[in-house]
T-cell receptor, first 113, second 108 residues
Framework: EPEVTQTPSHQVTQMGQEVILRCVPI?????FYWYRQILGQKVEFLVS????????KSEIFDDQFSVERPDGSNFTLKIRSTKLEDSAMYFC???????????FGPGTRLLVL | RKEVEQDPGPFNVPEGATVAFNCTYS??????FFWYRQDCRKEPKLLMS???SGNEDGRFTAQLNRASQYISLLIRDSKLSDSATYLC?????????FGTGTSLTVIP
């Protein structure tokens, strides 16, 4: 069964550093998402991406965040200058069509020191 | 105001029990709804979509009441493996809104 994959599984970085989280969505999926989940809290929407552009973003997704689909398979989330409060699990998700459900990757656990 | 609200629990039930979770959503324009389960430190996994007519998948039954903006999940004959956090999700526009989750522990 096809799966969403994410790398790395864990990332430790220093405050102020840039990080890039990588995702490979399921191959025939057209809609892509990033979420974050701070430990012990709910899953929070960050951004949705369709047809090579951002379709919606939340208040959390400020200027320090960016997304890219550099080729036909990868979908990346860049955090330009990490803050302590960016420490969280980051989940990528994808879905095939507008009326279909989404499937999540295993997540990247980011720790900012 | 929270988009999706759930009772966080925890619910501790014996094996074989029936347990029900409730969820409310605030945006009447939400177009579809889902239940996901999340095991500790893992990704959310789709349990089932929720339809207005109600739907059943084995021991799991989901109901949607659009007039009351209310979603439910019923688990019959609970198994130890049902222990997890159950997330209610509303799809609104291009966003998916998650509830905080309801924690279930099934006790032998």
């Amino acid at each position: 069964e096809p799966e969403v994959t994410q790398t790395p599984s864990h990332q430790v970085t220093q405050m102020g550093q840039e990080v890039i989280l990588r995702c490979v969505p399921i191959s025939n999926h057209l809609y892509f998402y990033w979420y974050r989940q701070i430990l012990g809290q709910k899953v929070e929407f960050l951004v949705s991406f369709y047809n090579n552009e951002i379709s919606e973003k939340s208040e959390i997704f400020d200027d320090q965040f960016s997304v890219e689909r550099p080729d036909g398979s990868n979908f990346t989330l860049k955090i330009r200058s990490t803050k302590l409060e960016d420490s969280a699990m980051y989940f990528c998700a994808s879905r095939r069509g507008a009326q279909e459900t989404q499937y999540f990757g295993p997540g990247t656990r980011l720790l900012v020191l | 105001r929270k988009e999706v609200e759930q009772d966080p629990g925890p619910f501790n039930v014996p094996e074989g029990a029936t347990v029900a979770f409730n969820c409310t959503y605030s945006n009447s324009a939400s177009q579809s709804f889902f239940w996901y389960r999340q095991d500790c430190r893992k990704e959310p996994k789709l349990l089932m979509s929720v339809y207005s007519s109600g739907n059943e998948d084995g021991r799991f039954t989901a109901q949607l009441n659009r007039a009351s903006q209310y979603i439910s999940l019923l688990i019959r004959d609970s198994k130890l493996s049902d222990s997890a956090t159950y997330l209610c999700v509303a799809h609104t526009g291009n966003q998916f809104y998650f509830g905080t989750g309801t924690s279930l522990t099934v006790i032998p």
